[in-house]
């Protein structure tokens, strides 16, 4: 590969579209070649400032209500109907038998993990509803750590993944399944990531798994006897990149 | 889950990705509710776009009505699943038409200079690294709002749909309406321009 092809695709790399087979090609060239290896870390810090840093605006208001009042008013979205499901069995038929079976099957087998998934979500939405992000606020890990001590009966840990693209905003006691966990609070852009840690109970570890869950994104780890789930609106692909760092920045050796 | 819908009557109908479990169906009546319940909450997102794709707050304003009125009129031909693209989509054609009716010769003033720049603009021949340079101070959000307000307008909107939008490659792609090797060639080209106005507002070398 050339510095002349590497200079558009290490964007693509930082962007995380790159596939597995050119990602290689580029990563070989930049082991390789100092200018190009230069170029790919101005433009990660670049993206890494842009990422922190708000650069969105808020509709003021004034535009919020010409808008609502501009559009016609609707009225609230009917919960999904059960009625559909049963006027299914009403057909009688081999299909919608069938098809019962499948939506049995799957309520089946949503298991733990999903019950958990939705819990989780709830403690996120309430996070963000309720104006109480954060019941201990800074950016500084060695203030957010020792808060949890006595609280609940894990000791999360916390790091400061800033310089990574994802700002430390605090820490909040909430509550998953009846129990308390640690909720550790990151920010990205405007998006909020909830990092939920609880007491995995002899869990062995257990590599991610990112999954969309209601337009969120959950990624769910277990490492250390301790269950994660980081879950927040941004895309999977950098959902991915925050629980690699935050696992990376764990592992003994790496420095911070 | 199809299952289910091979039931229905054949109405009008938006299928929405809401739920881990599938997707929920609801009929044209409820369009109103729906086009709300979906795109209001991007209101932020489709104010910042049309701000930085019109500089101004009050045509920013306006441009946001209007795509949000032509979004709901044809709402029946959205079918997800990401909403996002297909109203950015919407209020990038207001914008391109609020530019046209301004002034025509300046709007092909600025494309003949972008497409210069394009041509001649070397991507990186310039650059000498020192391991000082290599890192950029954070300039402060207005500053850094104030550097990608003043790029040309083709690599502005590509930087903004990626960093501030959050779209993939595919879905600038789409809303663009080029093929995703030219988003990807603006984008670099957007950084390299961005990150050379960026080291002149903190006073180092290009």
Same mark, same amino acid.
């Given at each position: ?5 590497? !200079?558009?695709?290490?964007?693509a790399l930082l962007d995380g579209e790159l ?25 990660r810090a670049l993206h890494d400032v842009m ?5 969105? *605006? ?14 016609? &008013? ?15 069995? %009403?057909?009688?038929?081999?299909? &919608? ?14 298991? !733990? ?13 309430? &996070?963000?509803?309720?104006?109480? +992000? ?25 790091? $400061? ?30 998006h909020v990531i909830n990092l939920f840690v ?15 869950? !209601?337009? *969120? ?40 | 889950? &199809? ?12 299928? #929405? ?6 997707? !929920? ?6 369009? %109103? ?14 104010? @910042?776009?049309?701000?930085?794709? +019109? ?6 304003? $306006? ?11 044809? *709402? ?40 210069? #720049?394009?041509? @001649? ?25 104030? +550097? ?25 792609? $789409? ?32």
């Open positions: 590969m050339t510095c002349t092809e590497t !200079q558009i695709l290490l964007h596939d597995a087979g050119h990602a290689r090609d580029v990563e070989a060239h930049i082991a390789a070649c100092l200018g190009c290896a230069s170029q790919l870390r101005q433009y990422s922190v840093v708000d650069l969105g *605006f808020t509709a003021p208001l004034s535009l919020r209500r010409r808008v609502d009042a501009a559009l016609p &008013s609707g009225r609230p979205a009917p919960a999904p109907s059960r009625r559909l499901v049963l006027r299914g069995f %009403a057909m009688g038929s081999m299909a &919608s038998a069938a098809a019962a079976a499948t939506v049995m099957f799957a309520i089946v087998r949503s298991d !733990q993990d999903q019950r958990m998934f939705s819990e989780v979500i709830s403690a996120h939405l309430r &996070s963000l509803q309720a104006e109480h +992000l954060t019941d201990v606020e800074t950016s500084d890990q060695h203030t957010v750590k020792p808060w949890f001590n006595g609280k609940i009966d894990v000791a999360p840990p916390v790091v $400061d993944l800033t310089a990574q693209g994802f700002t430390l905003l605090g820490g909040r006691l909430d509550y998953i399944d009846g129990a308390g966990v640690a909720a550790i609070v990151y920010r990205r852009r405007r609880a007491p995995g109970a002899g869990a062995e570890d257990r590599g991610a798994k990112i999954e969309p869950v !209601q337009g *969120f994104n959950i990624r769910r780890w277990t490492e250390q006897g301790l269950n994660f789930w980081a879950v927040s609106d941004i895309n999977a692909g950098e959902l991915q990149e925050f629980g690699q760092k935050f696992e990376a920045a764990l592992r003994p050796g790496s420095g911070s | 889950m &199809s299952g289910v819908d091979r039931y229905r009557p054949p109405m009008r109908k938006v299928t #929405l990705p809401m739920n881990a479990g599938g997707t !929920q169906t609801y009929e044209g009546h409820d369009a %109103a509710a729906q086009f709300r319940a979906l795109a209001l909450p991007l209101l932020d997102d489709v104010y @910042t776009l049309a701000r930085y794709l +019109l500089g101004s707050a009050a045509d920013a304003d $306006d441009a946001v009505q209007e795509c949000y009125l032509r979004a709901f009129r044809h *709402f029946d031909t959205y079918h997800g699943p990401a909403i996002k693209p297909w109203l950015f989509t919407i209020l990038r054609n207001v914008c391109n038409a609020e530019f046209a009716r301004r002034s025509k010769a300046r709007l092909r003033n600025r494309e003949a200079d972008a497409e210069t #720049l394009e041509d @001649t603009t070397p991507l990186w021949q310039e650059i000498r690294d020192t391991p000082e340079t290599a890192l950029l101070r954070e300039l402060d959000a207005t500053t850094i709002r104030g +550097l990608v307000a003043a790029l040309p307008a083709q690599f502005r909107e590509a930087i903004v749909l990626r960093e501030i939008n959050d779209l993939s490659y595919r879905e600038i792609a $789409d809303v663009v309406g080029v093929p995703v090797g030219t988003v990807m060639s603006r984008l670099a080209r957007a950084r390299f321009m961005l990150r050379a106005a960026w080291k002149a507002e903190e006073g180092l070398p290009a």
